[in-house]
Nanobody
Framework: QVQVVESGGGLVETGGSLRLSCAAS????????MGWFRQAPGKEREFVAS????????YYADSVKARFTIFKENAKNTVYLQMNSMKPEDTALYYC??????????????????WGQGTQVTVSS
């Protein structure tokens, strides 16, 4: 049974940093693309960042470019999201997602097969 578990969320002040982690288990995901999405109250889920299976290609939403960094540790089936210079508008429930059969990174939520339950990130002003 595949499990995707996020951790690392919490409360941070404007300008602060957080690192989210996402561990996938149940299969070997070392070659799989993974991504982060978020959903703020009253808004639709939106793309944040994604990374290819071997970690050489990354994509970012314009709103987080130069502030967030996505990277992987394939030996641990884990993807991270380092978030710096955080803003109140980054407040959301952050979800990790895994593409089951593809190593190509994607910004489309419907191209991901496995999802975690989310971890809450709150940025105070």
């Amino acid at each position: 049974q595949v499990q995707v578990v996020e951790s690392g969320g919490g409360l941070v002040e404007t300008g602060g940093s957080l690192r989210l982690s996402c561990a996938a288990s149940g299969e070997t995901f070392s070659s799989n693309a993974m991504g982060w999405f978020r959903q703020a109250p009253g808004k639709e889920r939106e793309f944040v960042a994604s990374i290819s299976g071997i970690g050489t290609t990354t994509y970012y939403a314009d709103s987080v470019k130069a502030r967030f960094t996505i990277f992987k540790e394939n030996a641990k089936n884990t993807v991270y999201l380092q978030m710096n210079s955080m803003k109140p508008e980054d407040t959301a429930l952050y979800y990790c997602a895994v593409r089951r059969f593809y190593s190509v990174a994607s910004y489309r939520a419907n191209e991901y097969d496995y999802w975690g339950q989310g971890t809450q990130v709150t940025v105070s002003s």
